[in-house]
């Protein structure tokens, strides 16, 4: 797992341009282009299970689905941070991305730093030292264990009669 530290203020912008808002539509065309005004790095580099630590008002900016879509394509298990634009925020429970806002782990995040996350315990260890966060209602943290919204909804209406 590789940690990707960022710093406040990250918007969708910084993290899929909007440029390609309207010629992007799929994970796999939206995946080469995550953060590359941002990290020319990230697209190439990120790995499935890497975790990004942020300042505060991360995905702030216009309300798009491709940076979640994007992130949760590429196989980022997580996003710690200060704070999360409520948009953002939303759009990436939906995507069933796991949000934490903790931000005395962010604080003590140092590059080489390891980092764990218990998400159902409500803490992020960095370097050993555990940190608290507000643990995640059961229904999001179902939501992102099932993989989505999408998902979670049809693994609760299987069997059931609709209609």
């Known amino acids: 797992m590789k940690i990707w530290k960022y710093g406040d203020d990250i918007n969708t912008d910084m993290l899929f341009p909007g440029k ?36 505060r008002n991360f995905g702030c900016g216009s309300s798009r689905e491709q940076p979640v879509v994007g992130l949760k394509a590429v196989g980022v298990a997580a996003i710690v941070a200060k704070g999360f634009a409520r948009i953002f925020y939303r759009a990436a429970i939906n995507q069933g991305l796991l949000l934490i806002e903790c931000a005395e782990a962010v604080d003590a995040y140092k590059d080489g730093s390891t980092v764990s996350i218990d998400a159902a315990g409500g803490k992020v260890s960095v370097d050993g030292k555990t940190y608290s966060f507000p643990k995640l209602p059961p229904e999001i943290m179902a939501i992102c264990d099932a993989g989505g919204l999408l998902e979670y909804t049809r693994k609760k209406l299987k069997g059931r009669k609709v209609g």
């Open 20 to 55: 390609y808002t309207y010629t992007c539509a799929t994970p796999d065309e939206i995946k080469p282009h995550l953060l590359e005004d941002l990290d020319a790095t990230f697209a190439q580099a990120v790995q499935a299970g890497d975790v990004l630590v942020a300042g």
